[in-house]
């Protein structure tokens, strides 16, 4: 395994750490493939029964690589969440249309379907970017510390590409998370149902492994039967039908922005969307 994610078991649970600390664990096609690797070594472990996203260094992760030194957007790589042609090489807006359909809804939805239970341990940042990687898991709990951002809208965007946010903040909340951009608290994110539960920073890996050994000692297939039952009523709900539907928008504000700003994210880069998140709401 490569060192951009980290996994560790013990007993029934899979540990997996993104581990990018130097630059907020921002996601890069390199680090989502080998995310992808770990949780797929987690699914093929008889003894593991439940797994653990969480982020080494001081935040979750920071959202989609937007401007560090291993930014790989117009990289090839090898499509394993769908069928996919190259995008490297193509042209307009094809490009991000096809890449993102792989590296970033693509993989999110994979996830959200493996057949084990996931926790997100969310503390600190979790951005954008960030959020998709803890929507697609079944529980998040989070320590004091964090909060949480979807501020793509700046960038003319609407939300980020796993657009669960109207599922899992309800449709009134999901706008106005959305409209300002700013901060969410952890507590904020407890009352809106976003997450489901809150502790102190330095009671969060405790918490975390609480629950899952609890989960643990369930039976494997029930467990894997329960979700898909969970996963099933949010797709009857409209969770499938909304991101295919929106992830076409999406990528018209992708193209709106290469023909009418600087890039296809408006012309935005790290620095300007962290100025837009330094004030708490
Ligand atoms: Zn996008």
Redesign the pocket.
Known sequence: MSELVLYEAEGPIAWVSLNRPEYRNAQNVALLRELDAAYGRAMADDAIKVVVLRGNGKHFSAG?DIGTPGRDIDKAFERVATPWYPHDNKPGAEA?YVR?ADA?LGLCRRWRDMPKPTIAMVHGACIAGGLMLAWCCDLIVASDDAFFADP?VRMG?PG??YFAHAHVLGPRKAKEFLFLGGRMSAADAERAGMINRVVPRDELEGAVREWALKIGEMPRFGLALTKQAINMAEDRMGLRDTMDGVYGL??L??AHNTLASAD??GGQDVKSMKASLKEEK
């Open positions: 989609h991000a993102e970033y793509v965007i980020v590409e999406h990528h504000a992708h296809y994210i």
